[in-house]
Structures are given as C-alpha cells and as structure tokens.
C-alpha cells in the first residue's frame, strides 16, 4: 500500500486508479457531478447536498442559491451524484473484454472464482487497479478513482493489483489522475461512508462463508470461527453500521 501510494480511507478501504472506455461522447455533466462531489467532500470538508448545479451560457458551475439565479438548474449536487447510475450518459466498459457495465456510482464485480489468484502483474484475469502506474494500466480513454474494499482483492503486484469488485468514485483527467493520490489536500478518508454501509450489510454471513473457503485454499491451519464469536461480530457490525448512518445523516 505504502509503495504503490494507495490512499486509505477511515472505514479501511483504499482508494485506486484505473482505465475505461467511454460509451459516450457527451460526459460532461458526468465528469463535472462526480468531480464536484468528491472534491466537496475530500478538499473543501463540505456537505456537497447544500450545493446545487446549474448551467448558463453552456457553463457547469455550482451555487448554494438559485432562488435568484438565471440559468437552467440541473439538480441538487447530492441527488445527481446518487443518480448518476441512471445517468444516460454515465456508460464505460474495459478495453480488454468490452463486456463490463461500468459506472461511476455502482459497483462494478465479477465472479471470484474466475480471478486469477497470483501476484503477477499481467495475469489477465480480475478487474485491475493500479495507482502511481496509472498509465502502466493504459488501456482505456478515461481514467477514474475507485474505491476497493481489500477483502475483494485477489493478488497485488509490483506495480497494480486485481480485485473481484471496486467502486467508480469519479472520473478524473488523465494528467491528474497519479498527482491527485499524492495530494495531502484531496482527505481520502470521507469518501467510503454509503459504500460501507452497503459492505456492511449481511457481513457476518459473509464472514463464516468466507472463513471456511480461505481454510481450504491455503495449507496452513486458521483456528475455528465459534457460533458466540460469529454473534459478537454480526453485533459489532450492527454497531458500525448504525453508527455510520448516524455520522452520514447529522452532516
């Protein structure tokens, strides 16, 4: 984490890079929305639902107040980072298969077990991610910010890793995309608070299955899970997630 410059953030997630290709000509509300929100939230320390986006003279800008504004309002900032899944013009697929269904706001996955499970940088199967390298990972006209949860990574190595799902944050251009993960400025770390509750949600579950399939691909022996300390961790994950939503809805 420490050499490649990934970027954690407070719930222990990382903050990554990668290419797309886009599906779209048009993405500029899409660029400027995913932008905006993060950069609200990251650099200014900001709730970006008390800004809404407008457009006049063919110019995105955000305002805190349209009561007196003149121009065409695109929305309130918050909504349309929510809605941009829905977006029409918020399409990108990989360049290698040209099959993914890629979005900024909802996360983009594959099935595990068709991962390739190594720490060769040029094994082809897994949805890659990289950081300094970006433009070693240069297949792609658009690069974006994603967020990954390590426990979805199947093998990091030298200069970029594979994962089985990672979340869009924001596209960002190619010139900035390595300067922006270096830049104390740009705070990581509220960035992940609906993608936690979401990992959240059934994790216990996850974690007894989880257990049992890592015991029997590795050779060494991992201690049993009981049933008292499966219970404690569903509570505290109880515990983390209301907290969470609690911090999310007081901004």
């Not at 420490?2 to 899409?30: P, Y």
């Not at 065409?72 to 360049?95: A, C, H, I, K, S």
Request: charged share 25%; proline share 3%.
């Amino acid at each position: 984490m420490k050499e490649n410059s990934f970027r954690i953030t407070k719930q222990g997630f990382f903050v990554a890079l990668r290419n797309v290709v886009s599906l779209c000509d048009d993405t500029e509300l899409v660029d400027f929305v995913s932008n905006s929100y993060n950069k609200i939230k990251a650099i200014w320390k900001k709730d970006p639902s008390q800004y809404t986006v407008v457009r006049k003279d063919g110019q995105l800008s955000l305002v805190t107040d349209v009561v007196n504004f003149e121009g065409f309002v695109e929305g309130n900032l918050t909504q349309l980072y929510l809605n941009l899944p829905e977006m029409r013009n918020n399409r990108y697929t990989d360049d290698w298969t040209k099959t993914f269904d890629i979005r900024v706001g909802r996360p983009v996955s594959m099935p595990m077990n068709d991962c390739n499970w190594s720490t060769q940088d040029c094994a082809a199967a897994g949805l890659h991610f990289t950081a300094d390298q970006i433009h070693y990972v240069g297949c792609g006209d658009t690069s974006m910010l994603i967020l990954i949860n390590p426990m979805k990574v199947v093998g990091i190595g030298q200069h970029k890793g594979r994962c089985y799902e990672y979340l869009p944050l924001m596209t960002v251009p190619r010139e900035e995309a390595t300067k922006i993960l270096h830049d104390l400025d740009f705070d990581t770390l509220e960035l992940d608070d609906q993608y936690a509750i979401r990992e959240l949600e059934g994790l216990a579950d996850r974690a007894q299955a989880g257990f049992v399939a890592e015991s029997r691909k590795y050779t060494f022996n991992i201690p049993n899970i009981s049933q008292v300390e499966i219970r404690n961790i569903a509570l505290s994950l109880d515990d983390m997630r209301s907290e969470i939503r609690n911090r999310v809805s007081s901004i």
